[in-house]
């Protein structure tokens, strides 16, 4: 599998929570009462911490933030290893443009915005100013805008087409195993981690998990194979929530 390589991995990017709501009563009591209604159907978010990137603390910065290496397979094909394109994030003079890396000409991958204050598709030269216009063709639609909001140094950049699921059981009812199963569609070239947390506002930490029932619990980071990803967990408390995050970079 290719691996994340340019920038030292450094923010995630997540995907979905799975939420119980068993405060005050006991877990294993409660729990598939509760698991009934953890199967969440929702749509990513990309989280950036503003200080991880010097180049956004200055006007006419630019990043390009992704899920998997970017190649070039010919001069018709440049995309990402994996199945997300990447995001463009430009910093404006106060505030930012966040934008959707997928070329609208033919669905390359565009560089991130140069000194010149362009991002370059490398496939047939479409060009884009910072705010996603196009500059030049072939391309004749801008690059996608997507939402975000700013708050304590952080963007929360919303993903419209990065719907997702993830679904916590029990591990079995009737045994008294204290794990929890939760399962999400993994891509390939993708790697993906499990957070929890113990009440909305508590600080995420990083899971260790199993691959099986009863295995040890000794990993933190799963590849994706395209297909459903299993991973087992002790149960972290009485209350919480569950995040799984896909890595991302600087790509
Ligand atoms: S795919 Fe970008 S210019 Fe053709």
């Known amino acids: ?39 969440h159907i929702q749509a990513g978010i990309l989280q950036v911490k503003l200080s991880d990137f010097p180049e956004l603390n200055t ?17 018709e094909d440049t995309g990402p290893v994996g199945i997300f394109h990447p995001v463009i994030i430009n910093r404006a003079a106060t505030d930012f443009f966040v934008l959707h890396a997928e070329c609208s000409h033919a669905g390359c991958t565009v ?8 991002m370059q598709c490398p496939c047939h030269g479409s060009q884009y100013a910072a705010d996603g216009s196009v500059r030049q ?10 939402n ?16 997702y699921e993830i679904k916590v059981e029990r591990v ?14 993994g891509f390939a070239n993708l790697t993906y981690e499990v957070y929890f947390r ?10 260790s998990f199993s691959t099986t029932p009863d295995g040890p619990l000794s990993q933190t980071e799963l590849p994706g194979a395209d297909d459903f990803s299993h991973v087992y967990l002790e149960r972290p408390g009485t209350a919480g929530f569950f995040q799984v995050t896909m890595k991302t970079a600087a790509v």
């Not at 390009?64 to 010919?74: E, L």
């Not at 560089?111 to 362009?118: K, L, P, T």
């Not at 113990?198 to 899971?207: F, I, K, Q, T």
């Open 172 to 185: 079995a009812p009737s045994s008294p195993s204290s794990r929890v199963h939760l399962s999400f569609i």
């Open 111 to 118: 560089a991130r915005m140069n000194s010149q204050g362009i």
């Open 198 to 207: 113990s009440s909305l506002d508590g600080p995420l930490e990083r899971a």
């Open 1 to 39: 599998m290719d691996r994340l390589s340019r920038r030292e991995v450094i923010k995630t990017f997540a995907l979905g929570t799975a939420i119980s709501n068993v405060i005050g009563n006991s877990w294993a009591a409660l729990l598939l009462l509760d698991f009934k209604a953890l199967s």
């Open 137 to 146: 063709g072939p391309a004749l639609q801008p690059l996608r805008r997507l």
């Open 59 to 75: 006007a006419g910065g630019s990043v390009r933030i992704g899920t998997s290496p970017i190649v070039r397979r010919s001069s």
């Open 148 to 163: 975000y909001t700013q708050a304590d140094g952080v963007l929360e950049i919303q993903l419209p087409d990065v719907f």
